[in-house]
């Protein structure tokens, strides 16, 4: 191995502003190597280097020492050039390889990029030496940076999913500790209200009454969260599961409102999913019924359909209700989240977020397409579960 920081009486000093470069030249020719240096000192560079001729040697000093380049001749009397790649890639190291060669044919230099070489620069035509080490740098650094980001993002993601989880968990506790005392609360002032409502003053009466309501309404709250916090503690294991049947179990689940509203709901072709059986009939049963009771004048009219796109099955649930402004789109989707006073209509605003936790665990989106008036359109995409290929064929014939 030999140094070349003042090799053959090479004095002349870069210029003040030259990039500082540590190089290692994997070449046989001292002639070629000192050309290569001036040319890089022509071209704006402090340079340091050491120079091999063995993968013995190269293995060695990138071992002990940093650099930011290799140079490296393809043919050596005793290896390749091209074998320090393997060698890099071994040992671990993000280095530029670029190859100086008297001759490289395109298909070869082509064939160079593709097993890891940065680039490659002719011994006929080092003035673009300088340029293309820049060019690797940049690359490096870009690639260095992307890492880092990725490396920061997935630090967060996994911050987030703790964070996540304990909030999760600490709403489940919460709210699944709060029910016994509260339950407590209730009771007694139910009991309170039905011996004493009438026998104290009027506004004793109502001071009770405040209180029996407040109670009935913290527990509704308390088992809306403990609903909303089991979304994300369950439901994680999935099957193949025919939506047509999961619609029919919301339905029958919510035939009393049905009934009462003289609602009528129609359902399209439905396809077959892998999910969560339970979760997919909670989702339907809060979209459907959240278009019975979000009702206008007229008797609600609800159409379920699902069409296919390239990777995923598009479910739209449309009716003839009040309809959502356009500001409030999003907003809906968010937990305790109400758009009416409880006297219009009841409730605390969970269902959507439940819906939207659901679809979101399952690996896809749910949004709403609504003017206030003439209805709303809810949407919701879901992962396409894999069909075999002949299954495929039919499907595509029917379409």
Not at 132 to 154: G, H, P, S, T, Y
Not at 187 to 215: M, N, P, S, W
Not at 246 to 268: C, F, K, M, P, T
């Amino acid at each position: 191995m030999i140094s070349t920081e003042t090799m053959a009486g090479e004095t002349s000093k870069p210029s003040a502003d030259g990039d500082k470069l540590r190089v290692l030249l994997v070449e046989d020719n001292s002639s070629d190597i000192e050309l290569i240096l001036r040319e890089l000192r022509h071209g704006g560079f402090e340079v340091s280097s050491d120079v091999v001729q063995t993968a013995e040697e190269f293995t060695q000093q990138v071992r002990a020492n940093s650099y930011q380049v290799v140079l490296a001749d393809y043919n050596l009397p005793q290896w390749r050039g091209m074998e320090a790649v393997e060698v890099l890639r071994n040992e671990g190291l993000d280095i530029p390889l670029i190859l100086v060669s008297g001759a490289l044919g395109d298909v070869t230099a082509v064939e160079c990029i593709k097993q890891g070489a940065t680039d490659y620069v002719l011994k006929d035509r080092l003035a673009r030496l300088p340029l293309a080490i820049r060019a690797a740098l940049q690359e490096k650094r870009l690639r260095e940076e992307r890492q880092r980001a990725q490396e920061d993002l997935a630090k967060k993601v996994g911050e987030l999913a703790r964070s996540n989880a304990e909030l999760e968990q600490f709403a489940y506790v919460a709210s699944h500790d709060l029910q016994e005392p509260l339950r407590m609360v209730a009771a007694y002032t139910q009991l309170l209200a039905e011996r004493y409502r009438g026998k104290l003053d009027e506004q004793a009466d109502k001071y009770i009454h405040y209180a029996v309501d407040g109670a009935v309404r913290m527990q509704t709250l308390i088992q809306d969260l403990l609903q909303f916090s089991r979304v994300g503690r369950n439901g994680k294991e999935r099957t193949d599961t025919e939506c047509k049947i999961v619609v029919e179990q919301a339905l029958q689940n919510l035939h009393a409102a049905i009934r009462e509203s003289d609602a009528r709901v129609d359902l399209g072709s439905l396809p077959s999913v892998m999910a969560n059986r339970a979760q997919l009939v909670q989702l339907f049963q809060n979209l459907i019924g959240n278009a019975i009771k979000f009702r206008g004048s007229e008797p609600p009219v609800i159409q379920v359909d699902a069409e296919r796109q390239e990777d995923a099955w598009l479910f739209t649930i449309t009716d003839n209700g009040i309809g959502i402004a356009p500001e409030y789109r999003q907003d809906i989707f968010t937990v305790f989240k109400r758009l009416h006073t409880r006297a219009e209509y009841p409730g605390n605003g969970i269902g959507l977020a439940i819906c939207r936790k659901i679809i979101e665990q399952h690996g896809g989106r749910i949004w709403v397409e609504s003017q206030p008036g003439p209805g709303s359109s809810f949407k919701f995409t879901l992962p396409m579960r894999e069909v075999p290929a002949e299954q495929e064929r039919q499907l595509e014939h029917c379409s």
